[in-house]
């Protein structure tokens, strides 16, 4: 089956380039700058993810907990990421993949946040707390109404269990590099490239590897055993780094670090 | 035939609609060798007799079950009997599921333990129990517990167990929780996490309930024993609802015992004043698995308060919720106020401090056992003794 998604991570494939997925907070630092930094991306990005603010995130880092906390702390609610996420896509054509946590999308119920995400623009849904089997029917009604899932594999899974991640993954996988929670790291371990080999020899969808990617030697790492390199708390870092800035200054600081980060050959 | 409302969880965690695991595929592998490692106990003999051991010569058990003479007057009605789980070595019932949880970790071959605490107890129960069996312990406690449980971070430190502060969010349980399972994602292939309760991903709601499920036991037989029959009424506080689960569970096949979860109602119930998930929340997803919960319209979890650190919690076990819905236990709630009242008069009745928690469980007493003819009989779970309490209700009788 075709979609943005598939045919954004086939085309830099077949150019036999690393596709590069780089993840924003939804509404952070605050709407406008997300909105802007999300447009000034998305021409070096080949998917842009977007992190629904969730109070209890387990899977993250310090730096993305405090992203999420400082949003939910100024009233940022769901649908004022999608009204933000529509108001960038006039612009954006790069596919758009939603990380939000089971808890948010059962209770907003599942149907509404798909119809939600769907009209904004999304292409994709991601939700890291939501392994199989409890997957299966969530990813089932997720791709019936016509978005792309896209579902974790961790190193230390089993190969029975590859399969059917990658089974229910129509986007990619998405490869965790490390046991344990997003985040920045020196080096990325050098058990990834036989785990990711592993994961590749399983099944046909793309393989996108994600958490502690922070530095171009880590983008050429990946480059050779994988089809894409998420990074997320390096960017959020940036925002920081410019906080109190314009929107438009953060969002050039932002896709200046993108275009190091896709600059490597 | 229809299945008993015992015969849960089904093989992947459910009891009837709730449960599941909801969790980073990270930790599905040590998920998955948990419950292998105990299926493989529990078929073994000799992992019964040493848990067993353990729980009577080191904790103590079985636990008594004590006529509560003077309340049972004042409240002029049914019988009361206290299961004295305060009696139990390090003071509540935490102990009974941190033992078997440390045998099995050992069984695996881990040699660290992490754990979460609210009141402190669960936190002093798994240090208990790393020192017993040789094992590292880091223990996550919220700031806000830390400072009005801070007799139990002392204990736990001299157990040589470090103890984590987390600053983060609410600053209580929920976020000691949180912070235990993102160690857990990094520390997954060489230490397990010790849950304190019935929460959380599949086999944990339904191994912390077996390995609590004594004290049920325990009560049907001593009450076969001094009363010659089962008792009418069983109460027990409900925070992730540990000592609760393992109170009801034996009786629930038995239609004639009306059982009685008591929650924090805490200042008002009013989101965001009380830590009532089952009389006042929604089912909804949180650390793990689908249960009742608190949270806003979005998914976000509430901010919660009881005085008792150990019920302030969003969450409740999966198996609470199913048995809410099924209409088999009857879930009530109980103000700050009603049980720092139950606390003084338990203390000047009957000479006995409760756990600010189990306090919860004597204020529901008062209001029902006045109502009950003399020759009925209720049996409360006394889950914990107060000692930990004793500054926290200082500050506010003050």
Redesign the interface.
């Known amino acids: 089956m075709s979609s943005r998604l598939a045919d954004s991570i086939a085309a830099a494939r077949k150019s036999r380039k690393l596709a590069f997925l780089p993840f924003l907070a939804g509404g952070y630092p605050d709407v406008p700058t997300f909105v802007e930094t999300l447009k000034a991306i998305a021409p070096v990005a080949d998917a842009v993810e977007i992190g629904f603010p969730?109070?209890?995130?387990?899977?993250?880092?310090p730096t993305i907990?405090a992203a999420f906390?400082d949003t939910?702390s100024r009233g940022i609610?769901?649908k004022d990421i999608f009204t933000a996420v529509a108001e960038a896509r006039k612009q954006v054509k790069t596919p758009l993949i939603a990380m939000v946590?089971?808890?948010?999308?059962?209770?907003?119920p599942l149907s509404k946040f798909l119809e939600g995400a769907k009209a904004c623009g999304f292409d994709a849904i991601l939700i890291?707390?939501?392994?199989p089997?409890?997957a299966q029917a969530v990813c089932q009604t997720i791709n019936s109404t016509g978005l792309d899932t896209v579902?974790?594999?961790?190193?230390?899974?089993?190969p029975a269990?590859r399969r059917q991640?990658a089974d229910l993954s129509t986007g990619f996988v998405y490869y965790?590099s490390?046991?344990?929670?997003t985040g920045e790291r020196e080096t990325l371990p050098p058990e990834l490239a036989d785990g990711v080999k592993m994961m590749k020899s399983l099944t046909q969808v793309p393989v996108c590897v994600g958490f502690g990617i922070s530095k171009p030697p880590h983008m050429q790492q990946v480059a050779a055993i994988a089809d894409g390199a998420i990074v997320g708390s390096a960017i959020i870092k940036r925002m920081q780094q410019h906080a109190g800035e314009s929107p438009a200054a953060i969002a050039s600081a932002v896709a200046t670090y993108c275009q190091e980060m896709t600059s490597v050959k | 035939m229809t299945p008993t409302l015992s015969a849960v969880p089904d093989a992947t965690g459910h009891f009837g609609d709730y449960g599941g695991v909801f969790v980073p595929e990270t930790l599905v592998f040590a998920l998955e060798q948990l419950q292998a490692e105990y299926d493989r106990a529990n078929a073994d003999p000799q992992f019964h007799a040493e848990f067993e051991y353990y729980l009577k010569e080191f904790v103590g058990r079985p636990s008594r079950l004590y006529l509560a003479r003077r309340l049972t007057e004042a409240l002029g009605g049914a019988k009361i009997y206290l299961k004295r789980e305060d009696l139990n070595h390090t003071g509540a019932h935490k102990i009974n599921n941190t033992i078997g949880q440390a045998l099995l970790c050992k069984r695996m071959g881990k040699q660290r333990i992490i754990a979460e605490t609210g009141a402190g107890q669960h936190g002093v129960a798994s240090a208990t129990a790393a020192a017993v069996f040789g094992l590292r312990c880091d223990v996550f406690m919220g700031a806000e517990d830390v400072r009005r449980q801070n007799l139990n971070v002392f204990r736990m430190r001299l157990m040589g167990a470090r103890v984590i502060e987390v600053a983060s969010g609410s600053k209580t349980l929920k976020d000691a929780t949180n912070e235990a399972m993102r160690d857990w994602m990094g520390s997954v292939e060489h230490t397990h996490y010790i849950i304190g309760s019935v929460v959380g991903p599949h086999p944990f709601p339904m191994i912390v309930r077996d390995f609590q499920s004594f004290i049920g036991r325990e009560t049907r037989e001593q009450c076969l024993a001094i009363e010659g029959k089962l008792p009418d009424v069983v109460v027990a506080c409900v925070g992730g609802g540990s000592n609760a689960a393992g109170m009801f569970y034996p009786f629930v096949d038995d239609a004639g015992v009306k059982l009685i979860g008591v929650e924090a109602g805490g200042r008002a119930l009013e989101l965001g004043h009380h830590a009532a998930a089952l009389t006042a929340g929604r089912p909804g997803v949180l650390h793990g698995s689908l249960s009742y919960v608190l949270q806003d319209d979005d998914g976000q979890t509430a901010d919660v308060h009881s005085c008792s650190a150990g019920l302030d919690y969003p969450g409740v076990g999966p198996e609470h919720a199913f048995w809410k819905d099924s209409g088999r236990v009857e879930y009530v709630n109980c103000s700050d106020a009603e049980a720092l009242e139950a606390f003084k008069q338990l203390a000047q009745l009957e000479g006995i401090l409760p756990a600010l928690e189990t306090a919860h469980a004597f204020a529901h007493i008062a209001k029902i056992a006045g109502q009950m003819s003399r020759d009925q009989m209720i049996v409360v779970n006394l889950s914990g003794r107060g000692d930990k309490d004793c500054q926290e209700v200082a500050r506010l009788l003050s």
């Open positions: 969730f109070s209890d995130p387990i899977a993250d880092g907990q906390a939910l609610k769901v946590s089971y808890s948010i999308v059962f209770r907003y890291p707390d939501l392994p089997p409890e579902l974790l594999v961790a190193p230390t899974t089993s269990r991640i965790l490390v046991t344990g929670i």
